[in-house]
């Protein structure tokens, strides 16, 4: 499996399904242009860690959103799928249409770094700590995403986001700890 440091942003649910068959990284995916702004808010701390690769579908939305995010981050790579890459039945074109083999290729040509692959003991890690579920896991999730400036997440998603930003639990929970109720 081929492992990214770079998060990868793209358009939909699909479109990350996608993604996921080709390489491993953290995908974050827009909410559309109504939401853009927002996104662009939440995304910062990956874009500062381990930068960003935007890979949006190659139509007029898909380009809206590139601008916006590049205007954001000028720093961010740029991953492009020719249309003929991904163009699926009726003539509809998407990331989520694209094999893996054209997915990995563009983003390698756009200039991706490997990693090593993420500790596997993260969510177990989090779980152990009482930030798995129930309505207590759930809001030292919400203070310990608050507190690092990421969007808000299930302990799963928040074990993906602490391997994507190199921060152990232990150094995540001393966060935790001094932030206040």
């Not at 994507?164 to 932030?179: E, G, I, Y």
């Amino acid at each position: 499996m081929l492992y990214l440091q770079e998060t990868v942003i793209v358009e939909g649910n699909n479109d990350c399904a996608a993604v996921r068959r080709a390489v491993s990284a953290l995908i974050l995916q827009t909410r559309g242009l109504a939401a853009i702004h927002q996104d662009l808010d939440l995304w910062a701390p990956f874009a500062a860690h381990g930068g960003l690769v935007i890979l949006t579908d190659p139509d007029g939305p898909g380009r809206r959103l590139r601008d916006h995010i590049t205007a954001r981050f000028p720093q961010a790579l740029q991953a492009q799928l020719p249309a003929a890459d991904c163009r699926g039945p009726h003539g509809r074109l998407g990331v989520q249409f694209a094999p893996p083999e054209a997915i990995r290729a563009a983003l390698t040509d756009a200039g991706c770094h490997r990693r090593q692959a993420p500790p596997t003991d993260t969510l177990a890690a989090l779980i152990a700590s009482g930030l798995g579920g129930g309505p207590a896991g759930k809001q030292g999730r919400r203070r310990l995403c608050t507190a690092l400036g990421i969007p808000m997440a299930s302990a799963p998603h928040l074990a993906a986001y602490l391997n994507a930003l190199d921060l152990p639990v232990r150094q995540a929970l001393k966060l935790l700890d001094a932030t206040p109720l």
